[in-house]
């Protein structure tokens, strides 16, 4: 990320911060300063292991406490890919891209979609004002795909033999 959009990231922060009377730590700039080199999603463990290889010692439970607080200020948005997998990214990154997800490898891949992103932005809602949209598709990646067909096709070819014999 640009040293710019980070300085934006910064500022919009510092609103915040200071909005809701909270302190202006190190800690909180410095994970900021991490998630924003980030080019898409991370998780809780990618970050922890990132600031630590930096000789940043910060626990876990900061973080968390502070990804919540980027998601309060509208910085970071949080992705339930599954219920085991959790993961963030920038909201500037999550705007402009729908996920796809394999539900057996759990692999995401991103495809952007213009019509999809428009279609979702005009949504009429009742009782309901949209910040922002993701959209998630659940499905089976072609090498998953492929794995289940192969290994279907052995297993039939082993039953085969076995009537054979």
Not at 16 to 30: A, Q
Not at 32 to 58: A, C, R, T
Not at 72 to 78: D, T, Y
Not at 79 to 93: A, K
Request: hydrophobic share 30%.
């Amino acid at each position: 990320m640009d040293t710019k959009t980070h300085s934006d990231l910064q500022e919009q922060l510092t609103a915040y911060i200071v909005g809701k009377k909270l302190r202006k730590t190190e800690e909180r700039y410095t994970i900021l300063q991490q998630i924003s080199e980030y080019p898409g999603h991370f998780d809780i463990i990618s970050l922890h292991e990132k600031l630590e290889s930096l000789n940043f010692h910060v626990s876990k439970a900061t973080l968390y406490n502070n990804l919540n607080l980027f998601i309060e200020a509208g910085l970071i948005v949080r992705h339930f890919i599954t219920p085991q997998n959790v993961q963030y990214e920038l909201r500037s990154l999550a705007e402009t891209h729908q996920h796809l997800i394999c539900t057996y490898c759990g692999d995401v891949k991103e495809i952007r979609n213009q019509a999809l992103k428009t279609n979702a932005c005009n949504l009429k809602l009742r009782r309901f004002t949209p910040e922002f949209s993701s959209l998630y598709i659940y499905g089976t990646c072609s090498r998953c795909t492929y794995r289940m067909n192969r290994d279907r096709r052995k297993r039939e070819k082993q039953e085969t033999q076995k009537k054979i014999k």
